[in-house]
């Protein structure tokens, strides 16, 4: 099953490269610089297509549209067609494709692939995290040897203060810091000891769900706020990091 999600988050992300060659509309989402445009609703329902042929009885939960997290009850597919939607449609090239089967209540198989760089992380439960048929680990930095990465989440700039308090109190703690614009990838780089810690103040399932199994599969913890178990059912902060940072910084932040 892995195998098959994997092929199909490749034809996805090889729609991303091949938009850039045709018109692509624009559309404005409800909150600040929150768009999406012809080709994330293309390729979600390619995506719901093709994964309704593999599991015809899983729910699916989709960024564009359907998205009742109740249906995670049952077997249901978690998916963000184009993580990272302004980098997208500014040819920044720094998107991808987010695909996490869910079972009872957790994620069993996740997929993210950047199409520009050829890239695809994954991981199946208990099976460990793989880049590339590589396998890949957190790292064992500390804080002072870190470089952090964050979210902003400009959908809701009432998280601003309180999301640039803590980057420069982390900044002024680690080597250096980033600030990407795709949660999936920036959690995937902290499983791959790109990064050592990710953080951003409030994220939808779609954003996170397919990277926090490849993070943990990976020897990385992912939590919420007050750095409890993280929840797929609804927005929430996320947190992702190797223990030891995540450790050293309980007493640093508020989170």
């Known amino acids: 099953m892995i195998d098959e999600i994997s092929k199909l988050a490749r034809a996805a992300g090889q729609m991303m490269i091949d938009s850039h060659l045709k018109n692509n509309s624009v559309y404005t989402k409800e909150g600040k610089g929150n768009f999406t445009t012809d080709f994330d609703i293309k390729i979600q329902n390619f995506i719901k297509e093709e994964l309704n042929k593999l599991i015809p009885d899983a729910a699916f939960i989709g960024e564009e549209n359907g998205q009742d997290l109740n249906a995670l009850k049952k077997l249901t597919f978690i998916v963000d067609p184009i993580d990272g939607t302004t980098n997208f449609i500014r040819n920044y090239r720094h998107s991808c494709v987010s ?36 396998p890949i680990h957190v790292s064992e930095n500390h804080l002072s040897d870190s470089v952090i990465s964050f979210g902003a989440s400009p959908y809701n700039t009432e998280k601003a203060d309180q999301t640039f308090e803590t980057a420069k109190i982390l900044f002024n703690k680690a080597v250096d810091i980033r600030r990407c614009g795709s949660a999936a990838l920036d959690i995937c780089y902290v499983a791959a000891g790109r990064c050592d810690l990710y953080f951003e103040y409030i ?22 706020s007050g750095f409890n178990e993280i929840r797929y059912t609804e927005k929430c902060a996320v947190m992702a990091a190797n223990r030891v940072i995540l450790d050293e910084i309980k007493d640093l932040i508020i989170f």
């Open 203 to 224: 994220l939808s399932p779609w954003d996170f769900a397919a990277a926090s199994l490849i993070l943990s599969q990976a020897g990385g913890i992912i939590c919420t």
């Open 99 to 134: 695909i996490c089967l869910m079972k009872d209540y957790m994620p069993y198989i996740g997929v993210v692939y950047n199409p520009y760089l050829d890239e695809l992380f994954c991981a199946q439960i208990n099976k460990g995290a793989y880049l590339n048929n590589k």
